[in-house]
């Protein structure tokens, strides 16, 4: 297995592709480091490496576009769009017009049940994701990071307390990269659950992605029995602008509740998702309990082969206690 900084994974864009990237970003705060940038009363948080952005991190309201219609079109915050691969093609997808409510990289469940009632994250209806405050930022020479506090809204009554940390990598010598997520969720009042939709389709940590041509996706889990259970899954594809694919693996760490989770893809809308709970749950978020869920994705070039995928694996399940900072 490669060291930590080679097996990490963006690098530099063409010409074009880098200029979307910068007028999508804004201008970097440093060069050849590691860096995040705090815009417009933290509107939203930037990831730069090496000048060239990362992704961006939405943690207030992002407004509709006039584009957008329907029940479904609410401003959101507290979800990562863009992410950008290796030569500045945005990878992921916000707004869509089937599916508004889609929001690039986003942790939230089509089912939360409180007071006798069930109402939808994942679909911002009747109960919302708002921030609260920037806990802390950091940058450096390997890596770069954000750690966010946001309340769940029921109405105006807070019930769920969550933190999301943002760790981004520095790309290796081939612009393959590693991106690190850590939520943890507290319930703040009694008789919270959260389920997927129908306790068996979708929902936890939900990845919308940007169309792909030549779209394929990859999904593999470890047979039951067998310790530690690995699970990875990876779609790839010539994204919007690209000029050759791009993949985009997916990781789902050893020690999360009911790990693995089921895979759900629906490649027409470029979605693929690890699952959180498992089928036919409603999870209790107890009171002063922690839910900790983390993942790990891998960005780069051409399609990942089974033995980068497995490295990439263990890397992202290491065995490391991670606190809030």
Aim: a positive charge; proline letters at 6%; glycine letters at 8%.
């Amino acid at each position: 297995m490669k060291s930590h900084t080679h097996i990490l994974c963006i690098s530099a864009a063409t010409a074009i592709t880098a200029a979307v990237a910068f007028i999508a970003c804004g201008k970097p705060a440093a060069k050849d480091a590691m860096t995040v940038r705090r815009a417009d009363n933290d509107q939203h948080l930037e990831i730069f490496d090496s000048g060239k952005c990362v992704l961006r991190y939405n943690f207030r309201n992002v407004p509709v576009p006039k584009t957008a219609k329907g029940k479904y079109a609410v401003a959101r915050s507290n979800y990562i769009h863009p992410l950008y691969g290796p030569a500045g093609e945005v990878l992921t997808k916000d707004y869509s017009p089937e599916h508004p409510h889609h929001r690039g990289l986003y942790w939230a469940w089509p089912e939360v049940y409180y007071k006798s009632q069930k109402r939808d994250l994942h679909a911002l209806q009747g109960v919302f994701a708002r921030p609260e405050k920037i806990v802390h930022t950091s940058g450096g020479k390997d890596s770069a990071r954000i750690v966010a506090k946001s309340k769940w809204l029921w109405d105006k009554e807070e019930i769920v307390a969550e933190t999301a940390v943002i760790t981004a990598h520095r790309a290796d010598a081939d612009g393959r990269r590693i991106i690190e997520l850590r939520f943890e969720f507290s319930a703040l009042v009694d008789g919270v659950s959260i389920a997927r939709r129908g306790q068996k389709a979708y929902g936890g940590f939900n990845l919308r992605f940007s169309s792909r041509k030549d779209q394929e996706i990859v999904k593999y889990t470890d047979p039951e029995g067998k310790r530690p259970r690995r699970s990875w899954a990876q779609i790839v594809g010539v994204p919007p602008e690209g000029k050759k694919p791009v993949a985009v693996g997916i990781f789902q760490h050893v020690e999360n509740p009911q790990a693995p989770g089921d895979w759900v893809e629906y490649p027409k809308l470029n979605w693929l998702q690890p699952t959180f709970p498992s089928k036919g749950v409603k999870y209790e978020l107890g009171k002063g309990k922690h839910l900790v869920l983390r993942f790990g994705l891998c960005i780069q070039n051409g399609k990942m082969t089974d033995k980068q995928l497995a490295e990439q694996w263990r890397y992202i399940s290491r065995p490391t206690i991670r606190s809030s900072r």
